[in-house]
């Protein structure tokens, strides 16, 4: 697994797939397997007056990535359904869902037009961490790459007199912080099984897909947390040469949380509505990335939120100094072994048959 | 009904409210009295696995008129609830609707934030002349001052060999442009009509509120047919001056109409799957706009369809020559005795009962 195709011909890692592409697809692979397995849809949509089968995707943001979810679980969905005729044949209907803050304007006109996409689509603006639907009105929930962001950066994380004061550093590292964290997303992902256990159909599938921790392995062993690390340090540099002030580097933390397998299993279990029928954590060959394109992945993920916080003058600065420093041949970065991120796909049914 | 209460004191015209949307606070009581008279609510639900209620307000646009015309529709719809257990009260769900290139960024964010408000939203992109949603899956249809709308301007209308060919106007006034306006009229209505009754379940409610002609009278009749002349004449003039090319004058009209009661009637009675509850035209006392106001009220309307088409110097232009002009006393536009454009509003009821 270690070897991975060189150069940037047809056949090399640069041109085929990027580490998250290439995890997200495997992914998708599992979730049509356990669709073509685990869905009784002939059941679900008989105790359907309306003959309509509803999938919700949350934390759709604005791209074609959710528009290939989608087509991934109606390709798995359709074969299931018969030769039914066409009077009887069900309808899909879409609902892509992110925060109310979301590009929805761009997600919709991305969108096929409705006569050359088999579903209705719909835009819901919340949180996914507080009711979105009407009680049992769906029957397929997807989220994917979501999930790892917090509802609010911990609060213990940005108290001064909380032993878990993160000053001087942007995520967790230390025992305290990151105990925080892990609580914090404890609680944000107890909040959405909640809010989908009230809304999925019995019998009605959930398929997540989290980025979090390779088995047996902590966040700071990984090549994430290195990267984090120097963006949190050149912010640092940055405050001590009064670029910016250092009380705004104090309290600036990333709400974002890369959980392990055994962590997710544990809050899942205590929600009780879930059935598990598939959870593992997928790895990938490594990618011989460049250390400049590991910041610029960051950037183009996290630029908004330290825009908000510290202006996009400073965040200029800091990302152009992190690639400088990234690109040093003493930069840790440079180390292709050290393990990545995996990403977590988790199956679970709700309890019960037909409507709840 | 002529003598208009004058002055700007809290009593005034002025003060108390514009013309169109005094008529539309009327049509809305009308639709709560319909609502309370002809909706049989429970029989609805009792046929609905979901117990969910569903509303689709179809043009919504951005605004917060869009949020006051759902608040009428539950104000009416709840009470027929009775005292209902919790564990059995519908919840209800509303569709927000208009074209793909529509605002809803704007519209999600003035949104009550979901513990606010007793519905869940979503917003639905696509044209309202075809299918936005599944079978039977809607109980009630809203749609204020989008109907008038045009899906294209009549296609005889700007073509040069056409007997329709409407060189150096805008909109309407010679027979055979008003024919043709009329027929694309009749040809959208009728697949909006199409669309929803596929769309609503049997015994659904849908209630249009059109802005039309009084009984009687021809659009050329309206004090509307003089400003949008008085703006064609302009455009015109600003052609002769040399200021916009007179062909991009030629191929410019409005693609907006305005029915007569009648003619709605027979395009609705062509449908069959409707039974007309209500139909009438409501007037509103006349008020005294400044002619200044008037073009100002059009510019906020049909400043974006005219500066796709003119580029928005020539659009700024037009107005500040339209508003001078509109001033001068030789203007009929001072005349407070012409009629004005009514408020058409229709409440259909889907035939069958339960789902279809």
Redesign the interface.
Known sequence: MDAVNEGTGPQSYTQNSSYQRGALEAAQEIIKEEIAEKLDIKQLIA??????FRIADLGCATGPNTFLAVQTILEAVQPKLGSQNSQTFP?F?V?FSDL?SN???TL??S?P???QRPY???????SFH????????LHFVHSSCALNWLSQVPKPVAERTSSAWNAGKILYSSREVTEAYSCQFANDMGLFLQARANELVGGGLMALVIPGLPVGILFSETRSALEFELLGSTLMGMANMGLVSKEKVDCFNLPVYFPSLEELKAIIERNREYKIEKMEAISHPKMKTEPKQCISGIKAVFEGIIGKHFGSNVTEELFEQCSIKAAKPSVLLLDTDMPTLHVLLVILKRNGNG?A
């Open positions: 105790s359907d007056s309306l003959n309509t309808e209907q609902f109310v590009d929805f304007n919709f006109k969108l037009p409705q006569s209705f689509a719909a835009g819901v603006p919340g507080g009711p979105l639907f009407p009680k049992a009105s409507n």
